[in-house]
Every structure is written in C-alpha cells, then in structure tokens.
C-alpha cells in the first residue's frame, strides 16, 4: 500500500511539473483571446521556434559546457531571449497579419492563424536542416533534435526508491511560478493591465476614452508570445528532445487547457494547464501511452458538457 501511494504521489509531482509548463503557453492562448477573441493558432508553433533558438544558441556558445556560475548564466541568456525572440516576433506577426484584419470576420482571423502556423512549421523545418553539430549536421531537417540536458534530474528529494523531486522539478517552478505572479500584478496593477481589461470588456469604449488599442493589443501579443518563449525553453530541457512538429503537441495541449479553464480567463489557463498535466501523467502511469490523448479530450468534452464557458469562464451572452 505504501508503495502505491508514494507511486502516486511520484505521478502527481510530475503532472504539476508538467502541468506548470502547459500553463504557462496556455496563458498565451487566453490573452490573445480575451482582447480581441482570436484562437492564435500559431503560438505553440512559434514556441517550437524559440526552443530551436536556445538550441541554436547552445551550438553557437557550447552553453552546453559550461558549470556552476556560468552555465546559470548560460541558462537564464536561453530563457531570456527565447522569451525576447518570441515576444518579438508574436508582435511582428500581429502587425503584419492580424491587425489588418482587425474588423474582418472571424473567421477570417482564424484561417489567417492556421495559415500563419503553417508558415512557422516550415520556418522550423528549414532551421532543422542548418549544418550545426547540435542539428545532426543538418543531415535530417525534420527528425527529432537532442537538446542537452542543462539542468540534471538529480533528485533533491528522495532517492532511487520513494517520492523524487529533482532539480529540473525545482527550475520548473521556479521559472514558471514567479511569471505568472507577475503576469497576475502587470493585469491587476498597472495602466497597461488595467487598459488591458478595458479593451478585453469594450474595445469601442476604450478606444472612445483615449486607449490606443493597437498598442494594447500589440503589448498583449508580447507579452504572450514572450511567456510562450520561457514555456519553450523549460519544456526543452525537461523532455531532452525538440522537433518542428513540437509546436503541435505543446500548442494543442495548451489550447484544451485554456478551454477547460475558462478562455479568456488567466486562472483559469494555469488551472486548465495543471489538470491536463496530472491527466496525462495518470494515464501515462496507470494506462498504456495511447490512450493519454482519448482521456485528455474525453475529459475536455465532459468538463464543457457541464461547464460550456470552461471551469473559471464567464458565461457571456453572445453579442448581436
């Protein structure tokens, strides 16, 4: 029996781990959405984009060498400007695709995002291919890519037998948890935030008393893709592989998160984000592989059936 438990609790820790990570692309996602009600397509895709960047970066510096003070150092530069590089270009991306199809029907918008990830999947098919030693020498552009292991899964708790919380769990929360306190204070605290909450409620009125919603919505779009970038970068060093199909997979379990949790609704991302980690990695413990995508989604149907607006979702009345 107490094997079982410590089992169990060994899969919870790795669900929240996990779960924090889904999170924090997730809060991507619902940003975007509750300012301008776009279903950003492209944001896990330009997430796989920064994870190519840190592992770029690591080719060109040998990060993956250095220790101690400066392979901190060496990590906090890949967190940085992933998060800079993937803000950045989540910006230029509404500029130059979404903002002139502000008034257009939403539809619209949205074909215009999925066609935007598809741009991006290519971007990443062809940096795969670059002649570096940390992409295979560019031998094979679309196969799964190594990324080193920065950061050990030496146990800080716990040993070979019994609950195991490692240090990559630590960095986890550590990297994941402070940006969304400070996304929380930005949102709640600030002119930005509470401009913010004024076009997400009323873009007319808000434009009507003086907000310059464009730069709100351009600010809102940095600010996701940058934390989409921090995302990339953690998730990288704790699953050891990269591909330019990663954009899928983190992107969709992101979008479910968001859903469940009530999109539009920043707790409700990281709540939506933890329930999907815990999720999977019960099934991963306790049902074959397989099934982890069926119980994701069967849970997402369940949870909308009796909650359409997601958990922490506002019921709204469709506007006319």
Same mark, same amino acid.
């Given at each position: 029996?107490? +094997?079982?438990?410590?089992?169990?609790?060994?899969?919870?820790?790795?669900? =929240?781990?996990?779960?924090?990570?889904?999170?924090?692309? $997730?809060?991507?996602?619902?940003?975007?959405?509750?300012?301008?009600?776009?279903?950003?397509?492209?944001? &896990?895709?330009?997430?796989?984009?920064?994870? %190519?960047?840190?592992?770029?970066?690591? &080719?060109?510096?040998?990060?993956?060498?250095?220790?101690?003070?400066?392979?901190?150092?060496? =990590?906090?530069?890949? !967190?940085?400007?992933? $998060?800079?590089?993937?803000? #950045?270009?989540?910006?230029?991306?509404?500029?130059?695709?979404?903002?002139?199809?502000?008034?257009?029907?939403k539809l619209t918008l949205l074909v215009t995002a999925i066609g935007?990830?598809?741009?991006?999947?290519?971007? /990443?098919?062809?940096? &795969?291919?670059?002649?570096?030693?940390?992409?295979?020498?560019?031998?094979?552009? *679309?196969?799964? +890519?190594?990324?080193?292991? !920065?950061?050990?899964? #030496?146990?800080?708790?716990?040993?070979?037998?019994?609950?195991?919380?490692?240090?990559?769990?630590?960095?986890?929360?550590?990297?994941?948890?402070?940006?969304?306190?400070?996304?929380?204070?930005?949102?709640?605290?600030? +002119?930005?935030?509470?401009?913010?909450?004024?076009?997400?409620?009323?873009?007319?009125?808000?434009s009507l008393m003086g907000i310059d919603t464009d730069r709100v919505?351009?600010? #809102?779009? %940095?600010? /996701?893709?940058?934390?989409?970038?921090?995302?990339?970068?953690?998730?990288?060093?704790?699953?050891?592989?990269? *591909?330019f199909q990663l954009g899928y997979r983190v992107g969709m379990d992101?979008?479910?998160?968001?859903?469940? /949790?009530?999109?539009?609704?920043?707790?409700?991302?990281?709540?939506?984000?933890?329930?999907?980690?815990?999720?999977?990695?019960?099934?991963? &413990?306790? =049902?074959?592989?397989?099934?982890?995508?069926?119980?994701?989604?069967?849970?997402?149907?369940?949870?909308?059936?009796?909650?359409?607006? /997601?958990? =922490?979702?506002?019921?709204?009345?469709? +506007?006319?």
């Amino acid at each position: 029996m107490e +094997k079982e438990i410590e089992y169990l609790l060994q899969l919870l820790v790795t669900g =929240l781990s996990n779960g924090m990570i889904i999170a924090l692309v $997730a809060i991507g996602y619902t940003m975007v959405y509750g300012i301008i009600e776009l279903i950003n397509w492209a944001h &896990g895709d330009l997430c796989m984009l920064g994870a %190519f960047l840190a592992l770029t970066l690591i &080719g060109l510096l040998g990060i993956d060498s250095w220790t101690g003070p400066l392979g901190f150092a060496g =990590l906090a530069l890949l !967190l940085v400007t992933s $998060a800079l590089f993937c803000g #950045t270009l989540n910006l230029a991306i509404d500029a130059v695709a979404y903002r002139p199809l502000r008034r257009a029907p939403k539809l619209t918008l949205l074909v215009t995002a999925i066609g935007v990830s598809f741009v991006l999947v290519n971007v /990443g098919l062809f940096w &795969g291919g670059l002649p570096m030693d940390v992409f295979s020498g560019g031998v094979a552009a *679309s196969a799964p +890519k190594a990324f080193p292991p !920065l950061v050990p899964a #030496t146990p800080l708790i716990g040993a070979e037998e019994g609950v195991r919380i490692t240090l990559r769990d630590v960095l986890i929360v550590a990297v994941t948890l402070p940006l969304m306190l400070a996304l929380w204070w930005l949102v709640r605290c600030t +002119k930005l935030g509470k401009a913010m909450r004024a076009v997400a409620q009323n873009p007319t009125a808000a434009s009507l008393m003086g907000i310059d919603t464009d730069r709100v919505v351009g600010a #809102t779009f %940095f600010i /996701g893709g940058a934390l989409g970038g921090f995302g990339s970068v953690v998730y990288a060093l704790n699953n050891g592989t990269i *591909s330019f199909q990663l954009g899928y997979r983190v992107g969709m379990d992101a979008f479910v998160a968001a859903v469940i /949790g009530g999109i539009g609704s920043l707790p409700g991302a990281v709540l939506g984000g933890l329930l999907i980690g815990i999720a999977r990695s019960m099934s991963d &413990g306790y =049902l074959e592989t397989r099934w982890t995508n069926t119980l994701v989604f069967a849970l997402l149907i369940v949870i909308l059936i009796f909650r359409p607006s /997601g958990l =922490l979702g506002l019921r709204m009345k469709e +506007k006319v």
